[in-house]
């Protein structure tokens, strides 16, 4: 691993992610520079220490890393295919968030053209940036996160995942699964409890401690998914799938919709129609790893 802490960097994109980027940058000591479409959203980074590249090739050589947050990967390409956009030599971080093919084609562009690649996806909103709450994940070479680990750190809580450079924009997508799944179960158990005259705030202490319950299961549900063997050792889905009918007309009969449910519902009832209604509720993965037929 690279130990020096005051490594010069480059941030390309200064939207509020970007501009939270390079302020923890010069936060922790990296000579920073910046590079924008729109050069007035550098001039508060300008007044704490960055330097303003005049071009976007005058950027990617001024760092020995240059960070990369742009809206999306067409205005990474659209970027980097500037005529003065040298890549030969330079290492390339793309925090841009996407999907993994988008990553993977990134990746084969900028090594045709030379450059060191990683992709990245930040886990994170703009105030955390440069605290131990921001987690930004990276793919691609190991030994090119090495040498620059130490100076990512100054972003937050840095994780390496693999040498596929799309595995961070599935951890991403991922991640937004677990976060909207668990949203939007709360948000449908509150609007029932609303009809009762609940409000939410009452509501989210136990919803809260619900979830922690159901995120406590997860580590023995994965070696039930892995090994591929689902014993109902708590209870079987045709026992599930029950109690998921029980919330289909709980809501319906109060006015609150049960499309959610009813969804949830489809999946388990197809999977007990295969046969696995004495199988645990991990058993689903079969149906969640099959593309839906129209």
């Not at 691993?1 to 302020?23: S, T, W």
């Not at 809206?71 to 500037?82: I, K, N, R, S």
């Not at 677990?178 to 409000?199: C, E, F, I, P, R």
């Amino acid at each position: 691993m690279n130990d020096k802490n005051d490594a010069p960097v480059a941030v390309i994109g200064l939207g509020l992610m970007g501009q939270a980027l390079a302020g923890a940058f010069l936060t922790a000591g990296h000579p920073t520079t910046v590079w924008n479409r729109t050069t007035s959203k550098a001039d508060r980074l300008v007044a704490d220490g960055a330097r303003l590249a005049p071009t976007v090739g005058d950027a990617l050589k001024a760092g020995s890393v240059a960070i990369i947050c742009l809206t999306d990967y067409q205005a990474v390409h659209e970027l980097l295919g500037a005529a003065d956009a040298e890549l030969d030599g330079t290492t390339l971080i793309n925090l841009t968030s996407g999907d993994s093919t988008q990553a993977r084609e990134t990746a084969r562009r900028a090594e045709q053209r030379g450059a060191r690649y990683l992709d990245g996806a930040i886990m994170a909103i703009p105030s955390t940036i440069g605290t131990a709450e921001a987690v930004i994940l990276h793919s691609g070479s190991q030994s090119d996160f090495e040498a620059h680990e130490s100076t990512l750190e100054a972003l937050g809580t840095v994780t390496y995942l693999g040498a596929d450079h799309g595995l961070a924009s599935l951890y991403d997508v991922a991640g937004l699964a677990m976060m909207w799944s668990v949203l939007n179960a709360w948000l449908q158990g509150t609007a029932m409890l609303k009809t009762a005259g609940v409000d939410a705030a009452t509501y989210a202490p136990f919803a809260q401690q619900i979830a922690a319950g159901v995120a406590g299961w997860l580590p023995g549900y994965a070696e039930q998914i892995d090994g591929g063997s689902y014993p109902a050792e708590v209870s079987a889905l045709e026992t599930d799938a029950r109690a998921m009918t029980h919330l289909i007309e709980e809501s319906e009969a109060v006015g609150v919709n049960a499309e959610l449910p009813r969804l949830i519902k489809a999946m388990a009832d197809r999977s007990i129609a295969a046969g696995h209604g004495g199988e645990q509720y991990p058993v689903l993965i079969e149906e969640f790893a099959k593309p839906r037929k129209d």
